[in-house]
């Protein structure tokens, strides 16, 4: 899907529909009560979808505090997503992360600053040229504390730009992590034509606009 999606770079652009789950279906994901993930050895978990997982792993893995990021899909309604599922934008599912962190050096309220921070939060359904359903930004709470800072986060960006925040706000239900070939794909395969003019671009953006946030061998 994304050697497609670097060919639109150099061609034209796709769009494609919103099929990420009937409204019924995502009603009953809305109004689901968050599941919290429990610290341990002192290593707390958020999660995050904002385009391809490609670029935010690799972004999230550059920031102190954090140890590890997993790239996988949650925010759909089908169970043991696939890569190849989750592209038809039917089973409600995006591209996400898991974000694996220490909260006495790096906190949850900073990781939603990194996350508006590092993509247009004004793009409906994806990021660039990666468009559709899978490639939607969510933010997910897994309490209530969470929630209140993704909202007033949220609010006060809109009131900067003034305009409209795309990000959905979900309840965390589930993780699924993607298959082993995505895992630490910006590291592995920097030769790749899409990790040099897509991802690789993202995540230097980033760094000139948090230098403090991040690693120093990063």
Known sequence: MKKI???CLITIAF???????????QEAILNAKPVEVPTK?????????????????????SVKGVDEVISGYSGG???????????????GHAEAVEVIYNPNIVSFETLVDVYFGSQNPTQVNGQGN??????????????DEQKQIILKKKDALAKKLNATIA????????????EDYHQNYERLHP????????????????????PDLLKENK
């Open 5 to 7: 999606i670097v060919a």
């Open 15 to 25: 769009s494609c529909e919103n099929k990420a789950q009937t409204p019924k279906a």
């Open 41 to 61: 050895n002192g290593k707390a978990k958020a999660y995050f979808a904002s385009g391809c997982f490609w670029c935010v792993e690799a972004i999230y893995e």
């Open 77 to 91: 309604h089908t169970q043991n997503p696939t890569y190849e599922a989750s592209n038809t934008g039917k089973t």
């Open 130 to 143: 990666d468009r559709g359903s899978q490639y939607r930004s969510i933010i997910f709470y897994q309490n």
């Open 167 to 178: 990000a959905e706000v979900y309840p965390f239900q589930k993780f699924w992590r993607a």
């Open 191 to 210: 030769n790749n034509s899409y990790i040099q003019n897509v991802s690789i671009p993202r995540l230097n953006r980033f760094k000139a606009k948090f």
